[in-house]
């Protein structure tokens, strides 16, 4: 297997990182367009090898994509990072016209590549891709409920005092502080209801916290968080190379599936070596329902944004 991250800034050399180190394809390549950065990190990446025992082999590309050819997973990273402040609408002029460049460059090398989006604003990045590219839509797949469901967990375990890894929960709905949809209702600690430990305020605390997540880590970082996007981004990559047919939240091509059509949302998908492979509903309630369209609302909006924009 070949997998390409573009974009060796925090959260692209981070998911490279991971990649290599469970050696989830034999090449990975780096790009970036800023000379030398791609190279650089690809040898330090490198350097490590006979520290952490893994041998995949990390080339590093200033804006050659010819290096790319024959990849079969491309992570799309690049773009400006959020600063404090900033919402992930805010992006979209600048990193549209990035990831229309990067989606064409990474095709025309490796017309059967799988395409993960990173990239935010996420759901019109993911939509945008989509668009631009042409292809089956099952190989363009948005990372970020992946991250967001992540985030959720995190905030669970800390209200109830468990592992994190003990519980099951998803965020559905938009990339976005105020579009995303923490699935509290169907939320479980081994099995059970995480409503047998946490009252509704602590709940309605968890997910607000979880809406929120990645503005709090802007605002203490002063950018974007990094380590797990780039550990969400890899784990997408894990599930496709070795058809794990893992459940996840991604951003996808809805057409029809939960009431949505002609936009790409965060929905609970099978992953495996065909990418998203099949939606999985999860029978919203009304509030939920009511939720995600207001979600999906609020994305289409920006994709709307998105058409009038000369990129």
């Known amino acids: 297997m070949k997998v390409t991250v573009v974009g060796a800034g925090a959260v692209g050399a981070t998911c490279a990182d991971n990649i290599a180190r469970k050696e989830l394809c034999s090449e990975l390549v780096l790009v970036d367009i800023k000379e030398g950065v ?20 990390v080339v590093g590309s200033t804006n050659d994509y010819t290096k790319t050819a024959g990849t079969d997973v491309a992570v799309i990273t690049s773009g400006i990072p959020r600063k404090p402040g900033m919402t992930r609408e805010e992006l979209i002029g600048i990193n549209a016209g990035i990831v229309k ?9 490796s017309p059967n590549a799988i395409i993960i989006v990173i990239s935010n604003p996420m759901d019109t990045m993911t939509y945008l891709a989509l668009k631009e590219s042409g292809v089956p839509k099952n190989r363009i797949i948005g990372m970020g409920g992946i991250l967001d469901s992540s985030r959720f967990k ?8 468990c592992s994190a890894n003990d519980l099951q929960g998803f965020v559905i709905g938009g990339h976005g502080d105020t579009t995303m949809i923490p699935l509290t209702r169907l939320a479980t600690y081994q099995g059970a209801p995480v ?9 309605k605390k968890v997910a607000a916290d979880t809406m929120v997540g990645g503005a709090t880590l802007t605002g203490l970082l002063g950018t974007s968080a990094w380590y797990a996007p780039g550990a969400a981004g890899a784990a997408l990559v894990e599930a496709i190379v070795r058809d794990e047919k893992k459940l996840f939240t991604c951003c996808v091509s809805l057409e029809g599936e939960y009431g949505q059509n002609d936009i790409c949302l965060g929905v609970p998908v099978v992953i495996g070596k065909n990418g998203w492979e099949k939606i999985v509903d999860y029978k919203l309630n009304e509030e939920e329902q009511t939720a995600f369209n207001k979600s999906a609302e609020a994305v289409r909006s920006m994709n709307i944004v998105l058409s009038t924009l000369s990129i």
């Open 101 to 109: 460049t990067v989606t064409k460059s990474i095709l025309k090398h």
């Open 195 to 203: 409503s047998n430990h946490l009252d509704v305020d602590a709940l």
């Open 38 to 57: 791609a190279e650089g990190k690809a040898i330090d990446i490198m350097q490590t090898t006979t520290l952490l025992g893994f041998d995949t082999k």
């Open 154 to 161: 995190y905030y669970l375990s800390t209200a109830i005092g």
